[in-house]
Every structure is written in C-alpha cells, then in structure tokens.
C-alpha cells in the first residue's frame, strides 16, 4: 500500500475551517484515499474517501489532486469536538496502513 | 443499524492468564479485521477474518495470538498466556462483503475497542 504523510500537528479556530493535507505520492491506480480520525482513544471514526473525484459529505469534503499524490480534507466548521488525531490512508481492498496522523486542535 | 460491538470494553488480566476479546460485526458485514494500537502509538493489523476463513493474518504474533470468525457468532481474538507487554488498546472492524460494482472499496468501520490490561 502506498505510504502517506501528513503534518504532525495543526491548530485551527472555532468555527473556520480546517484543511488537513496528506501526500500519497506512489499511490497506484486502484487505491483509494480515506480518511479517519480518532477522538481520545475511542476507536476510529470513518470521515469519508475517494478514488478520483472530488467528494463531500455531511462530516467533510474531500480534494483530490489530478494527478492523485496528494488529497486535503476539509472540515468546514471546526467545532471544539473535532479535536482529535485525523488519518489519511492509501489502501485497495483490505489492507489499511495506519501511519501517526495528524493531531487537530481546536481552539477556542 | 448497530455498529461494531466489542465486548468486554476493559478487561484485566494477569501475567499467564487467556484474554478473550469479542467483535460483532456490523449488520450485513462478512469481514472483520482486528488492529491493535499500543499507548501513543497507531493502529497495527494484525489479522483479517471472512466467516469461517482467515484470509490474512501477516500482522499477528507468531506465538499466543489467535483469531476466528465463525459461521455463527462473534469473532474472537484470543491471547493465551499474556505478558505486560500485551497491554494495548484492540479494535476490530467490519466490512460489508465486497461488491465489484463499487470496485474493491472496502470501507471499514471500527468498534470502540477493548483495553486490555496484564498486571
């Protein structure tokens, strides 16, 4: 599976968005970009993923780059629950690599 | 639709003893994989499970650890003779069965985990 890396640690402020970046840059064709994040130590929550297209849902928007190395996730409104350690993950089929993420805090 | 149910959520254990950890996969799911993430660190697979078959256990430990989904009922994670160094937080996930119109997107859902603890 394709490595990603992300920013250690990002602050963002109550109420603007946050933009996570990941680069994924041997990710190969048929691998998928996800997104997870974990608040404390629950267990990871799913945000969203993509393939090549743009996508958004009611948690967060997902960019893609054309040429796939890279993906930015966007949370809209950053509220003070969305502190937590958000993942980016290249995987196809089963195989989810879980690198250290980034930890977001929000504040207020 | 009920998520990913781990039992128990804590569960102690000293050195030597079995440790039991229970996943019940999502409604309609056939694939459960198990992940451990020790203090501060991420997540590691260890195994992954369809009913009745495991299909990749590359991330298990070669010795003590053991995993089964069967046809009926959860699927189990079993650590016999449990060190320290065992202590970790064990997520399970699930997904749904693989549906080549969506390709081989296979997104996994987790459980909220079960912190096992060796004294």
């Known amino acids: 599976d394709a490595k990603t890396t992300q920013p250690t640690s990002m602050d963002c402020a109550e109420g603007r968005a946050a933009n996570l970046p990941c680069n994924h840059s041997t990710i190969s064709g048929n691998e998928y970009v996800y997104w997870y994040r974990q608040i404390h130590s629950q267990g990871p929550q799913y945000i969203i993923h993509g393939l090549k297209n743009n996508e958004t849902n009611e948690m967060a928007s997902l960019i893609i780059t054309e040429d796939r190395k890279s993906s930015t996730l966007i949370l809209p409104h950053a509220t003070l629950r969305d502190t937590a350690v958000y993942y980016c993950i290249a995987a196809y089929g089963q195989n989810f690599v879980f690198g250290p993420g980034t930890r977001l805090s929000v504040l207020p | 639709n009920a998520g990913v149910m781990q039992n128990p959520r804590h569960l102690v254990r000293r050195r030597g003893q079995e440790a039991r950890l229970r996943c019940s996969p999502m409604?309609?799911?056939?694939?459960v994989y198990w992940y451990r993430q020790l203090p501060e660190e991420g997540l590691k697979f260890m195994v992954y499970l369809q009913k009745e078959n495991i299909i990749d256990e590359s991330g298990m430990p070669k010795e003590r650890f053991s995993a089964e989904f069967p046809k009926e009922g959860p699927s189990i994670l079993r650590i016999q003779q449990v060190v320290r160094g065992d202590s970790a937080a064990y997520f399970c996930?699930?997904?749904?069965?693989?549906?080549?119109?969506?390709?081989?997107?296979?997104?996994?859902?987790f459980g909220p985990g079960t912190r096992l603890l060796v004294l």
């Open positions: 409604k309609g799911h056939s694939h």
């Open positions: 996930a699930s997904s749904p069965p693989i549906d080549l119109g969506r390709g081989l997107d296979e997104t996994q859902y």
